[in-house]
């Protein structure tokens, strides 16, 4: 066993970071990949190997701590908003130019770099240019485009592949024990995305939520089951988030209670209470930009669905010989390949990439996706 054993089909950049403990350290590293390529699994793999004893054995104390998220020589930055600020990135820069509190190595693992605001990827980058001896910086972003040129130009890029579905299916079997069969078509289902994949093998709540998108195609065919669609297809999305979000909402606004010192009396208690008011208010609001990203990740994530069924179709209208995505729905895609033109289901590819466009500038969920629906209809 080894920490680089979760990270499936990616041979090649394990190579590399192996080698890279053995030789010189790079203090700046940039994991890039697209969404579910298991860029921060890579990175916190990288982390763990830096500060195990035994290059990442993936079962000692420290090892168990990097995955827990507890180590004390690893900062765990994970922006939960929708772009993080030039305040808290000073915080982390001065809490990296630090020492190692035990080991060789103080390690950074910066999750969704790209969100950095302008002033705060200019924080970043005077940490970046002059790192502290023992610092090594693990940033993960979709693209190495998503970082600002004199950031990336800094950094060791390592570019994570999207895995093949027998890779993940093989990580759900071996570490998960999922059953090969379902394993494979989770897999298969998630296009390579493992944490997805493992949702829907092992969480019914989110197999169902995925059979409710891929109902969509059969269901719009005209303007009024249109429109039904783009009304389930959103509450889908907004349930999933809201599940996703309350888990976490509540538990940390117990902590913050607890870490006020909630219900006990005395000198300061008064005090105190007013300093827990102003700091519920500043994670309520973090809590809220959350929820607002999740939302949105959400229903792109059922977007993204739509968009493979309907590449499928593609695929079969046009005989080719590869691996469907959604093969556990073959009926319904020969269905809707014989009834239309490979041109046609283009230009429906077209209308959910439009959709996902016109989310990310804002416009209101419901009427991008209801306009999409439509377009779906029209054959
Ligand atoms: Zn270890």
Known sequence: MSVFDELAGQERVVAQLRGALAGAMTHAWLFTG????????????????????????GHCPSCRQVRAGTHADLLLV????????????????LKAAGA????????????????????????????????APRTVWLLCAPSAEDLVTTIRSRCRVMTLRIPPSDAVAKVL????GIDPAAALAAARAAQGHIGRARRLATDAEAAKRRAAVLRVPVQATSLGPALAAAASLVKTAEDEAKAMTEQLDEPE????????????TGKGVAKAMRGMT???KDLEDRQKSRATRVKRDTLDG?????????RDVFMVQLNADVELANADRADDLRRIAAGSTPEATLHRIQAIMRC???????????LAVEEMTISLSRS
């Open 34 to 57: 697209p969404p579910g390529s298991g860029r921060s699994v890579a990175a916190r793999a990288f982390a763990a190997a830096l500060l195990c004893e035994n290059g990442g054995c």
């Open 78 to 93: 994970r922006p939960e908003g929708l772009s993080y600020g030039v305040r808290q990135t000073r915080d982390l820069v």
């Open 100 to 131: 190692p509190s035990g080991g060789r190595w103080l390690v950074v693992l910066f999750e969704d770099a790209d969100r950095c605001t302008e002033q705060a990827a200019n924080a970043l980058l005077k940490a970046i240019e002059e790192p």
């Open 173 to 176: 079997t071996e570490r998960d």
């Open 253 to 264: 606004r117990e902590k913050l209670r607890q870490a006020f010192g909630e219900g006990s």
């Open 278 to 280: 102003g700091a519920m």
């Open 302 to 310: 059922a977007l993204l669905d739509l968009a493979a069924f309907y």
């Open 356 to 366: 996902r466009e016109r989310l990310t500038l804002n416009v209101a969920p419901l």
